[in-house]
């Protein structure tokens, strides 16, 4: 088969719509499918329906990369969006066109820079994990290219400055808290190491915009069993197939006037323009990851494997659902119908039947998971109502029972049994070895010892009132009726 690029589009006769020809507005420090799955799918929309008429011209932040397959394929490529919407399965295929090319800075740094002469170009995009966002005092500024992102974002604005241009609206994607923030003050460092002018440095501030931003999409990626297949159906080969779930949401902390160049309401896109990025930030954590961690570890002691498995169970799902709408939700601060349609989404997403998403990969460190996502909740829950939140309490017991089971610490993980089953516990090292110091406690004194544990929670868990005697009573329950008897139990104590 022929390879996709746009000659082939035009021999084949395709019919639907793409963009070949637009000045590159967006320059976006990441190639790989999250940000193609994610940014591209946004921004092509735009073209499409808002008229934002604007390529992507990608770099490529490590060594290794894409590059070289983006620009075989004139930075084609197909996108497959898949999952669950109202209950009803859903799979979308787009053909993305806006990307122009993909730039290899280790190879040809001096392209890079060029970017930074084009007036046109008023974006930066970036994705480089959560390790990307990081000031490396070993770069420098003759550096081809400096080794870090944050060095390599500080030589290009200098370029621009050089250049006397307009600064950027600049959307960082990381992982991190304060993505945003946290790029400018890695900037500022850069600025300060490389004695660069105070003119420049005010130019920074004044004439950039830094915006922290939230995203959420599952990206599965390159469909490496379905590929043949779909390429066969498309007619030509695409070595840049992408794939994730229908949901999207950006949710971007900056002046409303970004919207007047970036024209999302206008394609109807799930993105939203905010004073303030954490409310939806805290509604992500304890609502999607949340319910992630509370539901997990009960579920697979109760005989699951995959997310969906769970939501196909009329127990676990009552469970899982029963722990957002009454016991999380009342602890958040958005308008009860953004929260409800949130979670709404979130049991779709749950429920995808194209992806298996499975429940020991989401069990890795626990603890930390626990402590973030869903201890605020109960913290919060006690302090507005008095007393404290049945399924999240229970959520804790079926922590304690997963990591008690283990019994055997090798290569790095404590090894446990469901029956005849033997599962792996991964968590920190020391956290591994607290339980299996403690694996031959009784109840009491296993809660004990964990709730008292301030090195794992930020602080002793004994002290809030009827925790410690609720997660013991809990444990009992598990260990009389099983991990499925139990959650069953809980739900018809609270339906009498």
């Known amino acids: ?134 000031y490396d005092p070993a770069c420098k500024l003759e550096d081809k290219p400096a080794s870090s992102f944050p060095g390599k974002l500080t030589q290009f604005l200098y370029q621009r400055f050089l250049n006397k241009l307009p600064g950027f609206i600049i959307l960082s994607c990381e992982l991190i808290d304060n993505n945003g923030k946290e790029l400018l003050a890695c900037v500022k460092q850069y600025i300060d190491q490389w004695q660069l002018p105070a003119e420049f440095a005010q130019w920074v501030e004044e004439e950039n915009q830094f915006c922290s931003t939230l995203v959420d999409r599952i990206v599965t990626g390159y469909p490496r069993q379905q590929a043949e297949q779909l390429c066969q159906q498309l007619g030509y080969q695409d070595n840049l197939l992408d794939t994730g779930e229908v949901f999207g949401f950006w949710v971007i902390e900056g002046p409303q006037s970004i919207l007047q160049e970036f024209p999302v309401q206008q394609a109807n896109l799930p993105i939203l323009v905010v004073d303030d990025h954490t409310p939806y930030k805290k509604r992500k954590v304890r609502i999607l990851n949340g319910a992630h961690t509370s539901m997990v570890l009960a579920a697979y002691l109760a005989g699951m494997d995959i997310v969906r498995d769970c939501m196909q169970d009329s127990v676990v799902r009552r469970y899982i659902e029963r722990t957002i709408q009454q016991e999380v939700i009342p602890t958040l601060p958005l308008p009860k119908q953004e929260l409800a349609d949130f979670a709404a989404a979130v049991t779709d997403r749950f429920a995808n039947p194209y992806i298996d998403h499975s429940l020991l990969a989401i069990s890795l460190n626990s603890t930390s998971k626990w402590r973030a996502r869903v201890l605020p909740s109960l913290l919060d829950y006690n302090q507005k109502f008095g007393y404290l939140p049945r399924c999240i309490v229970f959520s804790f017991a079926a922590y304690l029972a997963f990591y008690h089971h283990g019994h055997t610490l090798e290569n790095g993980v404590l090894l446990a049994n469901r029956g005849e089953q033997v599962y792996s516990i991964q968590d920190d090292a020391w956290v591994l070895e607290f339980f299996l110091a403690h694996h031959g406690d009784s109840k009491e004194q296993l809660v004990q010892a964990v709730c008292e544990n301030q090195r794992m929670w930020g602080q002793d868990l004994s002290r809030i009132p009827g925790f410690a005697d609720m997660v013991v009573q809990d444990l009992c329950q598990i260990e009389q009726r099983g991990m499925y008897g139990a959650m069953q139990n809980l739900l018809e104590e609270d339906e009498q």
Request: proline letters at 4%; hydrophobic letters at 35%; aromatic letters at 10%.
């Open 1 to 134: 088969m022929e390879q996709l690029n746009y000659q082939t589009l035009k021999q084949q006769g395709y019919s639907g719509y793409y963009l070949e020809q637009a000045p590159e507005r967006v320059l976006q420090f990441g190639e790989g499918n999250f940000l193609r799955a994610f940014v591209e799918d946004f921004i092509d929309q735009m073209n499409e329906k808002a008229g934002f008429n604007g390529k992507v011209v990608l770099c490529q932040p490590i060594a290794n990369g894409l590059a070289d397959l983006i620009n075989q394929q004139q930075g084609l490529y197909n996108l497959y969006l898949r999952g669950m919407e109202q209950g009803q399965p859903v799979e979308r295929q787009r053909l993305i066109s806006c990307v122009s090319r993909c730039i290899n800075p280790y190879q040809d740094f001096q392209s890079l820079l060029d970017c930074a002469a084009n007036p046109e170009l008023r974006f930066i995009v970036s994705n480089t994990t959560e390790a990307g966002i990081v």
